[in-house]
């Protein structure tokens, strides 16, 4: 597994699901339960920050873990207290900040060799059995494509509304 084009694809499949979603829908509720397409990229962009903890964690840079320490304490108290965190927030700022922590995170992942990625047990926090690239794979890259599928979906429901 090429993580670095993973983490590019899940990008991409983001950056489609948004690029033609109409702007003055985003924050429209029901796209995903009571989330509207905003809340979605704002749940996304936390996790793009988790991820980026995620690495820093790993490479043992001393660097805060804020949301890695509220994921671990409670999954659902995380997805709701990372998207609360972006309310005030625009839909701009907040794909600024999701584009802008992109980078870091491929800047990171293109330090960490192939074999240390797929290396079982070097995240134990999240199961004894996986491997950093699991983590990628499930939480970055299989994510994204599940709300992305889900953005899709609701902008075909509001175009049949019109």
Do not use: C
């Not at 499930?138 to 979906?153: F, L, N, P, V």
């Amino acid at each position: 597994m090429n993580a670095a084009t993973i983490l590019h694809y899940g990008k991409k499949e983001v950056e489609t699901a948004l690029a033609d979603f109409p702007k003055d829908q985003v924050t429209v509720t029901g796209a995903v339960g009571t989330w509207s397409v905003k809340d979605i990229l704002a749940h996304l962009t936390s996790y793009e920050l988790l991820l980026l903890e995620v690495l820093h964690w790993y490479k043992k840079d001393n660097s805060p873990t804020p949301r890695m320490k509220l994921m671990k304490e409670s999954y659902e108290d995380f997805n709701t207290k990372e998207v609360a965190s972006f309310a005030d927030k625009s839909f701009d700022d907040i794909y600024k900040e999701y584009k802008e922590t992109y980078p870091k995170v491929q800047e990171i992942i293109r330090t960490i060799s192939p074999e240390e990625l797929r290396k079982i047990g070097t995240i134990p926090w999240y199961g004894e059995e996986y491997a950093l690239d699991d983590y990628i794979v499930y939480t970055s890259y299989g994510h994204k494509k599940e709300h992305t599928a889900q953005i899709a979906a609701f902008k075909d429901i509001l175009n049949s509304k019109k």
